[in-house]
């Protein structure tokens, strides 16, 4: 998979946990969600905006911090996903 691949999964995925903090946890901003999270506000932020690359650890702090179950972590439709496993 390419770089440029990564970036743009890391976009959705960071897209889809913004969009599931402001509509199902009704929480407004990254610094709210911090102050139940062993993450800082700075990193959440780097996050949903699609600028880190997390490792495993962190991906497992996130599911915690957004509710996400373990199905629900990658609940969000990667296009080129099927291209990339064929």
Request: proline share 2%.
């Amino acid at each position: 998979m390419t770089k440029k691949r990564k970036k743009e999964i890391r976009k959705l995925f960071g897209a889809y946990l913004k969009k599931h903090r402001e509509d199902v946890l009704k929480i407004k901003s990254v610094r709210q969600l911090s102050f139940s999270s062993d993450i800082d506000p700075s990193k959440l932020s780097k996050i949903e905006k699609g600028k880190l690359d997390i490792r495993y650890d962190t991906l497992l702090e996130v599911a915690v911090t957004y509710k996400l179950t373990p199905d629900q972590i990658f609940g969000f439709k990667i296009d080129f996903w099927q291209h990339e496993i064929s």
